[in-house]
């Protein structure tokens, strides 16, 4: 049978939670650099791509061959910014997970092709080591309404947040040292150009008199509702 959620219903406009892990469950991100990488590619893909600065850049006869060869590449490298809309996203040791807005019918497929080849090259690269980095193709399943695209919010945040056991003071005193995430940027800690942020916080007050009702409080406090079960890592 099919592994759960590797048969993908895909929709324009559509949501969707998307994850993967290591073969065997293995670690796909063993140090800050790998992280690092990875966001760095993250940003390159869902980033609009001034195709003008860049050959601008190109004509200069005083460059590199080095800086040519990197510019060149970034011209050739695929780009999602407008078919693409990133919502949340957590990096954990052995996998991932992102919530997607997919405004195209083919560009989720296209994105996570592109980014699990180029990260997968990456690490085999720097590791000495061949073959496949993640368990199978990515899984994708669909959103279906807006308590599923809250609560899966939750979730992805909170998979981030409470991966080692914390207080939730502690939590928010130590976001910085937990596992990689865009919570920081629903808290307004950080301003993520390429997070959509607005798409959740729009559900949620922004009263400080009223903080039972905000983002920060329904990640951090209450159980993860059972409506997401069939959205979620088998």
């Known amino acids: 049978m099919p592994a759960k959620n590797s048969l993908k219903q895909y929709l324009e406009n559509g949501f969707y939670h998307l994850y993967n892990r290591g073969v065997e469950k293995r670690n796909i991100f063993q140090d800050e650099q790998d992280y690092g990488v990875f966001l760095s590619y993250l940003k390159e893909y869902l980033m609009p791509k001034n195709e003008k600065e860049l050959y601008l850049q190109l004509s200069d006869p005083n460059i590199t061959s080095?800086?040519?060869a990197r510019l060149l590449k970034l011209l050739r490298m695929n780009n999602f910014y407008g078919e693409i809309d990133l919502l949340s996203y957590s990096l954990m040791p052995n996998h991932f997970h992102f919530m997607i807005h997919q405004r195209s019918l083919e560009s989720i497929d296209r994105f996570m092709n592109s980014i699990g080849t180029r990260y997968t090259m990456y690490f085999n690269e720097k590791n000495k080591r061949v073959g496949s980095l993640c368990q199978g193709v990515y899984k994708a399943v669909l959103i279906e309404s807006d308590e599923q695209l809250l609560h899966l919010s939750k979730y992805i945040h909170r998979q981030a947040l409470?991966?080692?056991?914390?207080?939730?003071?502690?939590?928010?005193r130590s976001w910085?040292?937990?596992?990689?995430?865009s919570f920081p940027d629903y808290l307004n800690l950080r301003k993520t150009s390429w997070i959509r942020t607005d798409e959740i916080l729009s559900f949620y007050s922004k009263s400080k008199k009223n903080s039972s009702q905000s983002y920060e409080a329904f990640v951090i406090e209450g159980e993860q509702s059972e409506i997401i079960n069939k959205l979620l890592i088998d």
Request: charged share 45%; no cysteine.
């Open 66 to 68: 080095k800086e040519r």
């Open 176 to 181: 910085k040292e937990k596992q990689p995430s």
């Open 162 to 172: 409470f991966f080692k056991p914390a207080s939730k003071g502690e939590a928010l």
